[in-house]
């Protein structure tokens, strides 16, 4: 996901996201939502949460 899609969705749960960067504001969406804030810390390319709207991104993202 673009960072200016993840901006508009931070906006909406009232979080200024002018100086993260994008695997900071996801997790800061996450806790807001009530959820892990696990983005990016999938160890060995595995997460049991597939219907988190950050999967694909986060599974990305964790093999960096």
């Given at each position: 996901m673009?960072?200016?899609?993840i901006r508009k969705i931070a906006k909406n749960f009232g979080?200024?996201?002018?100086?993260m960067k994008k695997p900071?504001?996801?997790?800061?969406?996450?806790?807001?939502?009530?959820n892990f804030d696990c983005y990016g810390?999938?160890?060995?390319g595995f997460c049991s949460q597939s219907n988190c709207l950050w999967f694909d991104d986060c599974m990305t993202e964790s093999k960096k």
């Open positions: 673009h960072i200016n899609e979080i200024s996201s002018s100086k900071e504001l996801i997790r800061a969406i996450q806790r807001k939502e009530g810390t999938a160890k060995e």
